[in-house]
Each structure stands twice: as structure tokens, then as C-alpha cells.
């Protein structure tokens, strides 16, 4: 597709259980980021893939979050035993290298809205 | 740690108005700051500033940069009902792909 795209856009799952969101990032692009953004507040960075670089994970609040990036395209973010606090927009971004610098964009997804009952 | 302060948290004007958004920041080794404007869900890149004093323009939207009072703004001029958004500011430090973003000023433009 043209841009970034996610799934679901929208998740209600009760606390306790296993999310799994995905991402597709814009074809070509090696870089993929994930970030949260709860309610009222900023954009919260999450974890960089940088193509067959380890990972910056540094931003993921515990270890009940994971993420992957199978063969340099799709990631998956995976929550597990979910939380009511977890509950948040999930926006995946990907660029054409890594990071925001002259003439390279980082494109935005429509995100995943989980929503933790 | 990095920090982003964005001033008003929402604003609320009339069509034709120019309105003024403010971006403060605290930044370990800055390498740029950048603005977003985000209507429902994806955020969309409007501009990035590296160096100060030099105004980034685009349309009715224009943006600038203090590094020495570490700040900038972003104006809308004329304002349409369509400039309705949240608009995020965000800079980068250390590493140029991990970004702190600002929560945000909500924008309203009234017909």
C-alpha cells in the first residue's frame, strides 16, 4: 500500500489476556519505530528497527511488551497479560532510513486503539 | 531526560484568525525539532528546524527556532476550519530516530 498500515485499528480485550498488533510499514523503508499515545498525553517512543541492526527497545515500559520484525518488513508489538494502564493508541511509523533529517520523513500509521476492560 | 513543553494545551478561534503555538524544550546533544499535525489518528509532518533564526514556511503555515532560549513557534495565518488539529512538537537528541514529543495543542477553528 502506500502507507503504513496497521491492525486492528481497534481492540477491546479484557485484562489479563495477549494482545498482538501489527504494522506494515511503506515498501523500501528500513527503519520502523513504534510508539504509544495515551490519552492527553504526548507521543511515548517504544522501540526502533533499523534494518538488520539490534533493536533499540529502550523504550518499552516492561518486559510484558515485546516487539519483532520478521524479515526486514512487518513488525508485530505483543502485549501480554495486559493491563488496564496499557490501554492507548498504538502508532507504528517507518522511514526510508533511520531517523527525521533532511529530506527523509518519518510516516505516521492511523494506529491501533486497545482499549483494556 | 528530554522534555517537551507545548503551550496552550488547546486554543479556541474563528475562522481568519492567526494564532500562535509555542514549543519549549530541554534536550541533551539537540539535533532538530520537528512539528506535526495530527487530525484523527496518524500524525502528519509539517516541519523540521535545525538551526535558529531561519523560518520554515509553507502556505498559511510558518515555523521558527531559538536554540539559545530553546523554544519555537509555529503560525497559522488565516485560519479555515480544515487547520483544526492537534499539532505535536517533538525534538531529537542523542539518537536522530527516537524523538520526545509535547502533549499536544488542540486547535479549533470556528466557522
Known amino acids: 500500500g502506500a502507507g503504513v498500515s496497521q491492525s486492528p485499528s481497534n481492540k477491546v480485550t479484557e485484562k489479563g489476556k495477549d494482545v498482538e498488533l501489527r504494522c506494515d510499514p511503506i515498501?523500501?523503508?528500513?527503519?520502523l519505530y513504534w510508539y504509544r499515545q495515551s490519552l492527553g498525553q504526548g507521543l511515548e517512543f517504544l522501540i526502533y528497527f533499523q534494518g538488520n541492526s539490534a533493536p533499540d527497545k529502550s523504550g518499552l515500559p516492561s518486559d510484558r511488551f515485546s516487539a519483532e520484525r520478521t524479515g526486514g518488513s512487518v513488525s508485530t508489538l505483543t502485549i501480554q497479560r495486559t493491563q488496564q494502564e496499557d490501554s492507548a493508541v498504538y502508532l507504528c511509523?517507518?522511514?526510508?532510513?533511520?531517523?527525521?533529517?533532511?529530506?527523509?520523513?518519518?510516516?505516521f500509521g492511523e494506529g491501533s486503539w486497545l482499549t483494556v476492560v | 531526560e528530554d522534555k517537551v513543553v507545548q503551550s496552550p494545551l488547546s486554543l479556541v478561534v474563528h475562522e481568519g484568525d492567526t494564532v500562535t503555538l509555542n514549543c519549549s524544550y530541554e534536550?541533551?546533544?539537540?539535533?532538530?525539532l520537528l512539528w506535526y499535525k495530527q487530525e484523527k489518528k496518524a500524525p502528519t509532518f509539517l516541519f523540521m528546524l535545525t538551526s535558529s533564526g531561519i523560518e520554515k514556511k509553507s502556505g498559511r503555515l510558518s515555523s521558527i527556532l531559538d536554540k539559545k532560549e530553546l523554544f519555537s513557534i509555529l503560525n497559522i495565518t488565516a485560519t479555515q476550519t480544515g487547520d483544526s488539529a492537534v499539532y505535536l512538537c517533538?525534538?531529537?537528541?542523542?539518537?536522530?530516530?527516537?524523538?520526545?514529543f509535547g502533549k499536544g495543542t488542540l486547535l479549533t477553528v470556528n466557522p
Open positions: 511509523a517507518s522511514s526510508l532510513v533511520g531517523g527525521q533529517g533532511s529530506g527523509n520523513t518519518i510516516y
Open positions: 517533538a525534538v531529537s537528541g542523542g539518537s536522530n530516530y527516537k524523538l520526545t
Open positions: 515498501s523500501g523503508h528500513t527503519a
Open positions: 534536550v541533551t546533544n539537540f539535533r532538530s
